[in-house]
Nanobody, 128 residues
Framework: QVQLVESGGGSVNVGGSLRLSCAAS????????VAWFRQAAAGKEREDVA????????RVAESVKGRFTISRDNAKSTHHLQMNKLIPEDTGMYYC?????????????????????WGKGTLVTVSS
């Protein structure tokens, strides 16, 4: 079955960096849209962070543009989120997710509601 396992979360000071990884299995990874989302706190809405399409095209949220980069390694069925210049507002639970087929960025202004499979999350804490 489809499995997504995040790693790389932790606690950093403002201005620091973290690299999140999502190891995927159970599907033809290269043909799926993969992405990262975050939830600031329990009860808050989950929001898009970044996504990378089957052709390598990526989209990142305005709030993290210029600081976060998403990438995928189809040979290893893994995608990463490189997070630089972290700020306290980046604190939250980060989830990776996947959906069969292209991301279809033109159709979805937000991907949160369109993803089929989710990891359990990894916690990122940024302290000032």
């Amino acid at each position: 079955q489809v499995q997504l396992v995040e790693s790389g979360g932790g606690s950093v000071n403002v201005g620091g960096s973290l690299r999140l990884s999502c190891a995927a299995s159970g599907f033809t990874y290269s043909r799926w849209c993969v992405a990262w989302f975050r939830q600031a706190a329990a009860g808050k809405e989950r929001e898009d962070v970044a996504a990378v399409d089957v052709d390598g095209t990526s989209r990142v949220a305005e709030s993290v543009k210029g600081r976060f980069t998403i990438s995928r390694d189809n040979a290893k069925s893994t995608h990463h989120l490189q997070m630089n210049k972290l700020i306290p507002e980046d604190t939250g639970m980060y989830y990776c997710a996947a959906r069969g087929g292209p991301c279809d960025f033109g159709k979805y202004s937000e991907l949160t509601g369109s993803m089929d499979h989710w990891g359990k999350g990894t916690l990122v804490t940024v302290s000032s």
